[in-house]
Nanobody, 126 residues
Framework: QVQLVESGGGSVQDGGSLRLSCAAS????????MSWFRQYPGKEREGVAS???????KYATSVKGRFTISRDGAKNTVYLQMNNLKPEDTAMYHC????????????????????WGQGTQVTVSS
């Protein structure tokens, strides 16, 4: 198991930027597939971006070209850089992890991940 703590959420205006951070309690760089999900009130969490130890990434169609996921091995931290934010990006953002299972494309399916953070709120106003 790995503990995950998110930070960096906040309130921005339409078109603004935020960088979310996910600090892990142990070494993740070579051993874990990491991802970001978001959850709207009353809805199921949906995948936003993922990255695996090979450096493979996957993005939801709605965020491609605007969001970038990255890792800092020295800090055991995963980031989500969010640019050109829109009101529809308003949600609770959660970090997730699972030990690497192989493959070049990291999954973005909810049931794949078994370690979750508590989340950080992102609010984008028009």
């Amino acid at each position: 198991q790995v503990q995950l703590v998110e930070s960096g959420g906040g309130s921005v205006q339409d078109g603004g930027s935020l960088r979310l951070s996910c600090a892990a309690s142990k070494w993740i760089y070579e051993d874990y597939t990491m991802s970001w999900f978001r959850q709207y009130p009353g809805k199921e969490r949906e995948g936003v971006a993922s990255v695996n130890p090979l450096g493979g990434t996957k993005y939801a169609t709605s965020v491609k070209g605007r969001f970038t996921i990255s890792r800092d091995g020295a800090k055991n931290t995963v980031y989500l850089q969010m640019n050109n934010l829109k009101p529809e990006d308003t949600a609770m953002y959660h970090c997730a992890a699972r030990t690497y299972q192989g493959g070049s494309i990291p999954p973005l399916s909810l049931d794949y991940y078994d370690n979750w953070g508590q989340g950080t709120q992102v609010t984008v106003s028009s």
